[in-house]
C-alpha cells in the first residue's frame, strides 16, 4: 500500500542500524542497509569529492537511504500495490536477500509465473490470498533460506529475529488492513474493492495502527 512505505522503511531501519564494516559480511561497509557497492553503483557521494568511498557511507542521511529504499526495492517490488502487510514482508526481504529472490520465492508460493519481476498478474495473485497465509509463508522461506547459507553460524541469531519480529509487525499490518487501499496498476482488469458497512460502528484502533502513529509523529 502507498500510504505503508515510511513505516515500513522506519522499521527496516531499524533492523539495517547505522555504519558496520563487519568483515564477515560481504557487502563490506554498510550503513542504514546501504552497502559501498551499492553507493558506488549508484553514484552516491554524499562529500562530493568525486567518489564513492567508506567516508561517504559514514555519513549516508535517512533521507539519502529512503531515496535509494523506495526507487531499487519498494517500488521494484511493487509495495504501493500489495495487500497490507504483505508489502512490508517483501519489501523487507527484497532489502536483506536481493529484490529478485523475494519476489521469486513470493511468486513460487501464488503459484505463477516465477521471472523475479513483480506486475500486475503477481500483485493480483497477491489480493486474492489470505494475506496472514501469505507472510507466514513468505517468511518460512525466508528462514529455510537464510539457514542455507554458509554465514548463518555468524549472522543467524540476528536474521532470525529480525524474520520473527518482521513476521509479527506484517501480521498486524494486515489485520488491520484486510483490503488493498490502493487500485492496482492499470494493466490489471480486475482490482479489488474495499468492502464497507455504514452500519458498524468504527473499531478501536490496533496495536499497527498505534505503532504507525509513533512511527510517522514528527518529532
Known sequence: MKSNFDAALKAVLKHEGGFVNHPA???????????IGTARALGIDVDG???????????????DAAKVYRAHYWDKVDGDYLPSGVDFAVFDFAVNSGVGRASRFLQQILGVSVDGNIGPKTVEAAQKMDAALLVNSLCDRRMAFLRSLGTFKT??????????????????????SPVVGNEPPASNTQPTSPVTDDKQPPAPRSWWRRFIDWLTRKD
Open 25 to 35: 559480511d560481504p557487502g563490506g561497509a554498510t550503513n542504514l542497509g546501504i552497502t
Open 49 to 63: 569529492d568525486g567518489d564513492t568511498d567508506i567516508l561517504d557511507i559514514r555519513k549516508l542521511r535517512v533521507e
Open 155 to 176: 549472522f543467524g541469531k540476528g536474521w532470525t529475529r529480525r524474520v520473527a519480529e518482521v513476521r509479527a509487525l506484517a501480521l498486524e499490518m494486515a489485520k488491520a
